[in-house]
């Protein structure tokens, strides 16, 4: 099930390399995975989806977070792929938490108001209020 949370980005639970032709089809442009490889025995491989992904036109960019947390890298990193898109993201892990919060850590620091992204997460199904004090820190709002 996809979650939109705004025009420029949904977040998702794990996809499987069929299903990336019909994200094509819905108008996305790009596929943000955040589930490292091997997390569990029966998910499908990243480079599957990547190559689902090469022959449907899409871009896509693996920035794994694992249950460790986020790093500057990795927000940096999704921050970047927002910004180069030109269209609609879809990026997914295993419930779509995982990168709802990279996203709202992503927008954060490119000065994203913590409170409009907590209420966006919370449309779409997510409760950002455990990373709150991080976006904050990363909007300058602190």
């Known amino acids: ?25 819905a108008g996305f442009v790009a596929i ?15 480079a599957a989806i990547a190559a689902a992904a090469k022959a449907a036109g899409l871009a896509y960019t693996a920035i794994p977070v694992t249950h460790a947390g986020f790093s500057a890298n990795q927000v ?3 921050a970047a792929v927002l910004e180069a898109a030109g269209g609609p993201v879809l990026a997914y892990c295993r419930s ?8 709202a850590l992503a927008a954060a620091s490119k ?11 919370a449309r779409a199904g997510y ?8 976006l ?3 909007s300058g709002k602190a």
């Open 1 to 25: 099930m996809i979650h939109k949370i705004d025009e420029t980005i949904s977040v998702a639970p794990q996809i499987a390399p069929e299903q990336v032709a019909g994200l094509a089809a």
């Open 32 to 46: 943000v995975n955040n589930r490292p490889d091997g997390e569990v025995a029966d998910q499908p491989d990243g």
């Open 76 to 78: 940096t990193a999704m």
């Open 96 to 103: 779509g938490t995982r990168s709802c919060n990279l996203w």
């Open 111 to 121: 000065g994203g108001d913590p409170a409009h992204l907590v209420e966006k997460g």
């Open 127 to 134: 409760d950002l209020t455990g990373i709150r004090p991080m």
């Open 136 to 138: 904050d820190a990363l």
